[in-house]
């Protein structure tokens, strides 16, 4: 990666993690001076500590039952495998940042819902939990990056927080907002990105029975470096679609302005839908590495899940769904 020194032995997915391009080039827009600045940045969070192993919290209020209509079709990943390689920029651009990511305060957590809704609100998480119907589902994880993991996620789907937000009729799409702590994420003085980190769908892409809300993962709290204590997961896109540690939830009109398609429009689409035939500027996508095993499988049109979402696409043929 560019702005990261490396241990040379170390194997990156794809060598270049997706941000580095974009890094390059804005780091040429916006000159020295900046980047100056950036490679320090870069090298505070290089210092990267060992990841540690997430201790058993036992059955809490996460765990619910699983949906037996959710069967992932592969093995679930070892959970110390997917607590301890994440992707979370505002802590670090590094895999390894899951001991760092435990500063995150996550209590008391509390969730703006706002925009074009019926009444704004703010409602505590426990008490938005409460209302919510709680299930487990295995999902198929797949990152831009062609890595993948198959994870239990406690959660419910976001058709309840859409019912419970009663959105007006003017409402075309649902953002989600991360929250922003700069004093646990030093990824937030990053001057290449533009936080918060927002992504968005379109509400009927929120209402589809496949989206959810995660809330915990392996019958136990979500844990900061996974989005905790609650994230998306749209198990048929690519996973920055997924946003973690969610402090807001927004109706729009319009499509909002989304984290990665403003940052490198070419690489990393509003859309993002996994498709093993359509490359990534810099790399295949036909095939996916399998967390913690040593072994690709090939990647599958909405990672698997085309029955369940195709048909929200049928009319948008214009639009780049893939990328
Ligand atoms: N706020 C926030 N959400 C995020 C990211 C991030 O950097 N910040 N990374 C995304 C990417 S690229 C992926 S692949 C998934 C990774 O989730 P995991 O760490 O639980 O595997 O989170 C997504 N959500
Ligand atoms: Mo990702």
């Not at 009927?204 to 136990?220: D, H, P, R, V, W």
Request: aromatic share 10%.
């Amino acid at each position: 990666m560019l702005i990261q020194r490396r241990p040379t032995w170390r194997i990156t997915d794809n060598q270049a993690t997706p941000e580095s391009r974009v890094l390059r080039r804005r780091s040429l827009l916006m000159g020295a001076v900046a980047m100056a600045g950036a490679l320090s940045t870069a090298r505070a969070w290089a210092a990267d500590a060992p990841p540690v192993a997430i201790p058993a919290a036992g059955a809490g209020p996460q765990a619910a039952p699983r949906n037996p209509a959710y069967q992932p079709g592969r093995a679930i990943t070892a959970e110390a495998d997917a607590t301890t390689y994440n992707n979370y920029y505002e802590f670090s651009t590094d895999k390894t940042l899951s001991r760092a990511a435990q500063a995150l305060r996550m209590h008391p957590w509390t969730l703006t819902i706002d925009g074009l809704v019926a009444a704004p609100k703010k409602i505590a998480l426990e008490d938005l939990l409460r209302q919510m119907p709680l299930e487990e589902r295995v999902y198929r994880h797949r990152c831009v990056e062609a890595w993948a993991m198959t994870v239990p996620w406690t959660g419910f789907p976001p058709s309840a927080l859409v019912k419970l937000a009663e959105p007006l009729s003017t409402a075309k799409y649902v953002q989600f907002e991360t929250v922003q702590q700069p004093d646990t994420m030093p990824g937030l003085r990053s001057p290449f990105f533009t936080w918060p980190y927002v992504e968005a769908v379109t509400l009927q892409e929120a209402t589809n029975e496949l989206a959810f809300i995660s809330t915990g993962m392996y019958g136990k709290p979500l844990p900061p470096q996974n989005g905790g204590p609650i994230r998306l997961t749209l198990p048929w896109k690519y996973g920055f679609k997924s946003a973690k540690s969610l402090v807001r939830i927004s109706f729009v009109a319009t499509r909002p302005d989304t984290f990665w398609a403003t940052l490198g429009p070419d690489e990393y689409g509003f859309w993002a839908n996994v498709n093993p035939q359509v490359p990534h500027p810099r790399w295949s996508q036909a095939t996916e590495r399998l967390l913690g095993r040593d072994e690709r499988v090939p990647t599958q049109l909405y990672n698997g899940y085309a029955p369940q979402v195709a048909s929200l696409y049928s009319d948008k043929r214009g639009e780049k769904l893939f990328m």
